[in-house]
C-alpha cells in the first residue's frame, strides 16, 4: 500500500487500526488551526458581550425588539385619521366612547377631560385644547391609548379594551376638542417637531400656481444666462463693487440708489398685501415655489400620499425605507446643488460659474465655499426645516395684524354657509361636513375654519380641496375661497381704499426719486482730489499745489477721456497725460500740479478742468480751491 503524506518528510503511522483503515499522525494546516483558534476567541468574547455583560442584544431581545416594531406599525395602520373622524360625527360611537372614558379615564383626566377637578390638577393633562403632547392627529391620540405612556403612569389600554372600543373612546374625545389659536401646530409642547405631511389635493388654484411656479423657475435659471450689450442681464459682482441691472451699469458710489429700490419693493409688498393679503407667499415666493414646485413634488413621486409618508417615517429602518430615503435624498442634495450654483452665477457670471466647476476648488476657494453653505441651508431647509421658515423665522407673517383690515382679501372661510357642521345626511345642518381636508392639505396644518392666522400662507389648498368636496356632494364651491371679512358678512368687497392709497403714494413717491435720481446719474465720474501730505508748497515767487484727477467710467463699454485744464492768468498745470482709455467700471487717479504766481493768488481762487469723452458727447467742468498761505 503506497502512502501520500502531504507534510513530507517521514510518515507515522498510529497503532490503532478499524476496518482496514489506518490513520496519519501528520499536522494539521495552519489555515485551519488559525481558524479554529478564531473561533474560539470570537466564542469567547461573543459569550460576554451578549450573555456575560449583555451589551448586545440578545436574540431573544431582539426578536423581542423587532416584534414590538412591527406591532407599533400594525398599531398605526388599524384606522387612518380621517376613518376616526368620521366616527366622530357617529353619536352611536361617541356615545359608547363617554360611557368608557367616564369609566377608564375620569381620574386622570376629569368627566369633561379637562385635566382638572374642582380646581386641581389632575395626573393627566387637558384633551380639550389642540396641545397635544404626543400629536394631535387623532391616529396619534389613537396610538397614545393603545400604548399608553407606563413611564408617566398611563396604562397600556391596548390588549383590555381592543381597537374598537379604543376608536370609540378617540371619536368621544375628538369632539371636545377646541382650537389653540395661541399654539403652532408644527410645534409640540415640549418643543420638539410635529412634522406636517400635506396631502395631495387638485383644483384650479393648484394649475395656476403650477404655470406661475415653472415660469418663475425658467426666469430664475435662465437670467444669469441672457446677455445686454456684451454684460449679463443681472450680475451683483461684489468684488468690483459693480452692480449690471438690464444694460445699465452701477458701481459703488451708486449704492443709494438700492435704497430708493429695496424700499420701493418693499412698499409695493405692502400694497400687494393690504389688498390681496398674502398671495405673494402662495405663489412667487422663491421658498413656496421651489418647496411646492420641486422638492414636495419629488416627495411625492417617491414616497407616496401624505399616509404613505407617515407610515414610512415611523416604520423601523429596512430595505424599502433605505431605498426611499437615499433615492430623495440624493436627488435633494442634486437639486441643492444646482440651485446653489444657479445662485451664484448671480454673483459670478454663468460663464465663470462653469469655468469654476470644472477648475479646481484650490483655484476657487471662495466660490467652492459659497456653494458649499449654500447647499447645506438649501438642502436642510428643504428637506427638513420647510414651513417653520415661514412661521418661525420669517416676519412677513407678523406683519399681517398691521397690513390687513377687514376688506382685505385673503383665504376665507364662510361660516355662515358652512355653520353648523355636521354629516351631509342630517338635517339642519350647514354646508361644511366637517371633514377635515382642508386641515389635511395646510402646509402649515391649520384649520383655515378658525379664521384668520399667522400661519396661512394663502396658497389656496383648502379652496380646492373644499371644492372638491363640495362638488361630490353636490353644493356650489366656495365654502372656502378668496374673500374679504366683509365680503364675507356682507357681501361687499371694497378694494380701493384709504389705506391702499396712502401706501401707492409712497410707492409713486419711491419710483419718482429712484428714476430722478437714476437719469441724473452721470455716466462717469470726475473729481479733484487732494493726495495726503502738504497741500502746498511756497517759494519766493509761486504757489505749487498736488493735486489728483479721479476719473471713473460707469458706461457698459470703454471710452477714451480727454482732459484739459482752463487757461487762468498767472496759472500753469502740469499734467503727465491728458488722453486716458477705460474700461468699463474701470477708474484711474491722475496726479497733476497747479502753479499759480503769488501775486496773483487770493483766498477761494479755483484752478478749473474740462474731462470729457473723445466723441465729445459726454462732457464735465470740475474745479478746487487752490490752497495757499493766509
Known amino acids: 500500500m503506497e502512502h501520500h503524506d502531504k507534510t513530507g518528510g517521514t510518515v507515522e503511522l498510529r497503532e490503532h487500526e478499524f476496518d482496514g483503515i489506518r490513520e496519519y499522525d501528520n499536522k494539521l494546516p495552519n489555515w485551519w488551526l488559525w481558524t479554529f483558534y478564531g473561533a474560539c476567541i470570537f466564542s469567547l468574547f461573543y459569550w460576554l458581550w451578549y450573555h456575560g455583560f449583555a451589551f448586545g442584544d440578545s436574540p431573544k431581545a431582539a426578536f423581542d425588539k423587532e416584534w414590538s416594531e412591527r406591532q407599533a406599525v400594525a398599531v398605526e ?26 369609566a377608564n379615564c375620569f381620574a386622570c383626566h376629569s368627566s369633561n377631560g379637562g385635566g382638572v377637578l374642582n380646581g386641581v390638577p389632575l395626573p393627566g393633562p387637558n384633551l380639550t385644547d389642540n396641545t397635544w403632547i404626543h400629536g394631535g392627529a387623532p391616529m396619534n391620540l389613537f396610538t397614545t391609548v393603545w400604548k399608553g405612556v407606563p413611564e408617566k403612569g398611563m396604562v397600556t389600554w391596548g390588549p383590555t379594551l381592543g381597537k374598537d372600543r379604543i376608536r370609540s373612546v378617540v371619536a368621544y374625545v375628538l369632539i371636545h376638542r377646541h382650537p389653540d389659536l395661541d399654539s403652532l401646530y408644527c410645534i409640540n409642547p415640549d418643543g420638539s417637531r410635529n412634522t406636517i405631511h400635506t396631502a395631495d389635493v387638485h383644483g384650479r388654484f393648484q394649475t395656476r400656481k403650477k404655470i406661475v411656479w415653472s415660469i418663475l423657475i425658467a426666469i430664475w435659471v435662465v437670467l444669469p444666462w441672457l446677455e445686454i450689450g456684451g454684460r449679463p442681464a443681472i450680475l451683483i459682482d461684489i468684488e468690483r463693487r459693480s452692480f449690471f441691472l438690464f444694460g445699465a451699469t452701477f458701481n459703488a458710489q451708486d449704492f443709494y440708489l438700492a435704497f ?34 420641486v422638492f414636495r413634488r419629488i416627495e411625492r413621486w417617491i414616497d407616496g400620499t401624505a399616509q404613505h409618508r407617515k407610515r414610512l417615517k415611523e416604520m423601523p429602518w429596512n430595505a424599502e425605507k433605505l431605498r426611499k430615503r ?62 417653520q421658515l415661514c412661521i418661525v423665522i420669517c416676519p412677513y407673517g407678523r406683519l399681517q395684524g398691521v397690513l390687513y383690515d377687514r376688506d382685505t382679501i385673503n383665504v376665507a372661510y364662510d361660516g355662515k354657509r358652512g355653520e353648523p357642521r355636521g354629516r351631509y345626511t342630517e338635517s339642519g345642518r350647514g354646508d361644511c361636513i366637517d371633514c377635515f381636508r382642508c386641515v389635511a392639505v395646510c402646509p402649515t396644518g391649520i384649520d383655515i375654519r378658525n379664521g384668520t392666522q399667522m400661519e396661512c400662507v394663502g396658497c389656496a389648498n383648502c379652496v380646492d380641496a373644499c371644492d372638491e368636496v363640495m362638488q361630490k356632494l353636490g353644493r356650489p364651491p366656495g365654502l372656502i375661497r378668496y374673500d374679504s371679512q366683509n365680503g364675507i358678512e356682507t357681501g361687499l368687497r371694497r378694494i380701493l381704499r384709504p ?80 488722453r486716458v482709455e477705460l474700461q468699463s467700471l474701470g477708474d484711474v487717479r491722475i496726479p497733476l500740479w497747479v502753479e499759480i504766481d503769488r501775486d ?26 487752490v490752497a495757499g498761505p493766509r
Open 600 to 625: 496773483a493768488w487770493r483766498a477761494g481762487i479755483v484752478a478749473e478742468f474740462v474731462v470729457r469723452t473723445e466723441d465729445g458727447v459726454l462732457t464735465r467742468e470740475i474745479d478746487i480751491a
Open 326 to 387: 437615499g433615492l430623495k435624498f440624493t436627488l435633494y442634495l442634486a437639486v441643492s446643488l444646482f440651485l446653489s450654483h444657479n445662485l451664484l452665477s448671480y454673483f459670478l457670471g454663468a460663464h465663470d460659474v462653469l469655468a469654476a466647476i470644472v477648475g479646481s476648488p484650490t483655484r476657487h476657494p471662495t466660490a467652492f465655499t459659497f456653494v458649499l453653505i449654500a447647499t447645506a441651508i438649501i438642502f436642510v431647509n428643504f428637506t427638513w426645516f420647510r414651513e
Open 499 to 578: 389705506r391702499v392709497y396712502l401706501y401707492a403714494c409712497f410707492v409713486l413717491v419711491g419710483m419718482v426719486v429712484f428714476t430722478v435720481a437714476a437719469f441724473r446719474r452721470t455716466p462717469f465720474e470726475a473729481k479733484l482730489l487732494r493726495p495726503a501730505g502738504t497741500p502746498y508748497e511756497v517759494s519766493e515767487t509761486r504757489i505749487k499745489n498736488a493735486l489728483q484727477i479721479h476719473l471713473v467710467n460707469k458706461q457698459p463699454s470703454s471710452h477714451a477721456f480727454l482732459i484739459e485744464p482752463k487757461a487762468q492768468p498767472g496759472m500753469r498745470f502740469t499734467l503727465p497725460m491728458s
Open 260 to 293: 430708493f429700490l429695496l424700499t420701493g419693493i418693499g412698499i409695493t409688498l405692502f400694497v400687494v398685501s393690504t389688498v390681496f393679503g398674502r398671495v405673494w407667499c402662495g405663489y412667487s415666493c422663491p421658498h413656496t415655489v421651489f418647496l411646492e414646485g
Open 77 to 102: 395602520t388599524m384606522f387612518t385619521d380621517d376613518e376616526l373622524r368620521a366616527a366622530s360625527k357617529d353619536a352611536g360611537v361617541t356615545a359608547a366612547g363617554k360611557a368608557i372614558f367616564d
